[in-house]
């Protein structure tokens, strides 16, 4: 309707069905064609911070399969009160509890990083805080004898380039609040990187408001100095 209205791009703030593309920042807004993109998805706040990460690591050292949760603060979908829903879970007192519920995200990684199709999947944990949320990403990786420092190496240099300003990169021991406000899709959470064998476990932030956000700008002016 908006493109008949004579709107020349949509851009849509969630997950799409069918949309011309659906672009992640930093992941795969290369592939963005004005010519034949018109519907545009951003996908979501999770798969914002997940895609970065899961780039990196596919990139770096392979990956044959991944479990995500993310560990996310309350949204307006939810209930503050027990009340009907449709997701009886999600019908529950947000505020009060921690809910385990689905996502999509990690699915949706494979809609930016084609390689990955297939080989991600991942729940939903909703916990009693406003704002600020964490992925708990453990893939299986095809290189063998990798170390935690050759995890964080790949991904601190990855925040120091290619994905300066969409990854971020913290060794300090800090806790959700730290995180408010920030502008990045994603900050990988050092301390917490585990190696066993080829099982790789990362966490990493994000503010799931000001940093998808930041996003949506980011993409609208890239699409807008393409008119």
């Not at 805080?129 to 708990?136: E, F, G, L, M």
Request: aromatic fraction near 4%.
């Amino acid at each position: 309707k908006h493109l008949s209205a004579g709107a020349k791009k949509v851009i849509i703030s969630a997950p799409a069905q069918d949309p011309d593309i659906t672009i992640v920042m930093g992941v795969n807004d290369s592939k963005y064609d004005p010519k034949n993109h018109h519907i545009i998805s951003n996908a979501s706040c999770t798969t914002n911070c997940l895609a970065p990460v899961a780039k990196v690591l596919m990139e770096s050292f392979g990956m044959e399969s991944g479990l995500m949760t993310t560990i996310h603060a309350y949204t307006g979908d939810q209930r503050l009160l027990d009340f009907p829903h449709k997701d009886l879970r999600r019908a529950r007192a947000a505020a009060l509890s921690m809910i385990p519920t689905t996502t999509g995200a990690a699915k949706a990684v494979s809609l930016v990083i084609p390689e990955l199709k297939g080989k991600l999947n991942g729940l939903a944990i909703r916990v009693p805080t406003p704002n600020v949320s964490i992925v708990d990403l453990v893939a299986q990786v095809e290189k063998r004898g990798i170390t935690v420092d050759d995890v964080n190496n790949a991904l601190k240099n990855a925040a120091e380039g290619s994905l300066k300003g969409i990854l971020g990169y913290c060794e300090e021991p800090l806790v959700s609040v730290d995180f408010n406000g920030s502008t990045y899709s994603s900050i990988v959470d050092a301390p917490t990187t585990y190696v066993v064998g080829n099982l790789v476990k990362v966490l990493s932030w994000y503010d799931n408001e000001v940093g998808y956000s930041t996003r949506m700008a980011d993409l609208a002016a890239l699409i807008g100095k393409q008119l």
